[in-house]
């Protein structure tokens, strides 16, 4: 079992992948905005962050980039998860740091593989 | 092409038992919750909160009366669209309609009643931005009498540590104090969109500027806004695009913790290329347009 921070302001999008996470035997915490996400992954010092880039209150890059500046969460996995077309969101993730990108709509059969496939990855 | 002097759109979606109402009768959160609902599926979402949608308007000179919900025949708010209004001018932003009520022409009977609204403030002109790929607004836009302008980008640097540069480090940059940012800021030279006009920076608040001098006569100044997490609405003016440079590198040396977005340079400025060796990725791009109502 792992801990998941899911910061997603959409409640369909972040309860259908809180959903998925917690049938596959993950503890996972939501947050809708990025400040409270930002509190959460300090507080909480998880095993993976999933973090939607358009927040209301922060941009999800600027939270990214808040959280590796903290040496011990400097390598936690963080993926974006995003509408943004896959060459753009691929180019930001990589600018910013996270260790993949899951693009908006998700697969749900596929969807706990790819999270658990970060969790295991070698921090590069 | 529609003439937007005809809001037959407008007229019908009343007709139909919907209503336009101003947006003063809301507050930010519920101006928010619509704007956000209306654009969940866009592909640059981009939502609010109630303290960015207050600032919103306030950085940006929007009109709460000039601006408009629409709300359907169930009484339910279905879409949005706002007006920025300065000296003559016009701004349309913030236009969405809330996907699963969709219908009536609801997004043209939004434009013209801002189109309408425009006029009655005496504007000359409106401008608005499209995200580039939205062909249906665009379409909407081009049928209601809108030209492209122009491209813009939107662009990000993310905070990281610049390799040291030995001739940028020999030129001292010396701060720009508070109370000369506006008398710098009117000497600038670009054509800046809406949102990175003077007026928008000086109602964001938080300016920061450096400005530099050589002996040989190169010279240049930035002006930027610092918010406690990111750094952006850059105005650079200089004589040589190594200037240019050297201020930037300026800028994030002294700030290198904090994440940088700049919107709307235009896609053909010589600066997107610098900003480009600084650093900077390209994240959307926008379509500037403008309808003349004189």
């Not at chain 1, 600027?62 to 969460?73: D, F, V």
């Not at chain 2, 609204?117 to 809108?146: M, Y």
């Not at chain 2, 450096?210 to 930035?222: F, H, M, P, Q, S």
Request: some cysteine.
């Amino acid at each position: 079992m792992s801990l998941i921070v899911v910061i997603e302001d959409n409640i369909d999008n972040s309860r259908m992948v809180a959903k998925l996470l917690r049938v596959a035997d993950h503890k996972v915490l939501v947050a809708e905005d990025g400040e409270t996400g930002l509190t959460t992954v300090f507080e909480h010092h998880p095993d993976l962050v999933l973090i939607d880039l358009g927040l209301p209150d922060i941009d999800g890059q600027t939270i990214i980039a808040l959280i590796r500046q903290q040496p011990e969460l400097a390598n936690i996995p963080i993926i974006a998860f995003t509408a943004f077309p896959p060459d753009t969101a691929q180019a930001m993730a990589t600018a910013y740091g996270c260790h993949g990108v899951i693009t908006k709509p998700i697969d749900t059969r596929a969807f706990v593989g790819q999270i658990e496939g970060f969790i295991a990855k070698p921090i590069s | 092409m529609s003439n937007p002097r005809q809001p037959t759109a407008r007229l019908k979606f009343i007709d139909a038992g919907n209503q336009l109402v101003p947006t003063s009768g809301y507050t930010y959160a519920e101006l928010a919750e619509i704007y956000n609902q209306a654009r969940v599926d866009y592909i640059v979402p981009m939502p609010m909160n109630s303290k960015r949608m207050q600032e919103y308007v306030v950085h940006y000179d929007i009109s709460l009366n000039g601006s408009v919900v629409a709300i359907n025949e169930d009484s339910l708010p279905c879409g949005v669209g706002m007006l920025g209004l300065r000296e003559g001018r016009s701004w349309i932003t913030r236009l969405g309609v809330i996907p699963d009520r969709r219908k009536h022409h609801m997004g043209q009977a939004i434009m013209e009643s801002l189109i309408e609204s425009a006029q009655n403030h005496r504007a000359k002109t409106i401008q608005l931005e499209v995200i580039v790929g939205n062909d249906p607004a665009r379409n909407l836009f081009e049928k209601l009498g809108f030209i492209t302008a122009r491209e813009l980008l939107v662009i990000r640097r993310p905070p990281n540590t610049l390799t040291p540069n030995l001739a940028y480090d020999s030129i001292a940059p010396i701060p720009i104090a508070h109370g000369d940012i506006r008398t710098v800021l009117a000497s600038r030279t670009d054509t800046p969109s809406w949102i990175e006009e003077n007026q928008s920076l000086l109602n964001a608040g938080n300016l920061h500027g450096l400005r530099v001098a050589t002996d040989d006569g190169a010279w240049g100044w930035i002006v930027f806004q610092r918010s406690p997490f990111q750094l952006t609405h850059f105005v650079l003016n200089y004589s040589d695009d190594w200037v240019a440079r050297a201020l930037l590198y300026y800028v994030h040396k002294e700030y290198p913790l904090q994440d940088t977005k700049i919107e709307n340079v235009d896609v053909h400025d010589s600066l997107w290329q610098i900003y480009q060796q600084i650093g900077y990725l390209e994240i959307f791009r926008r379509t500037e347009m403008i309808l003349d109502l004189k």
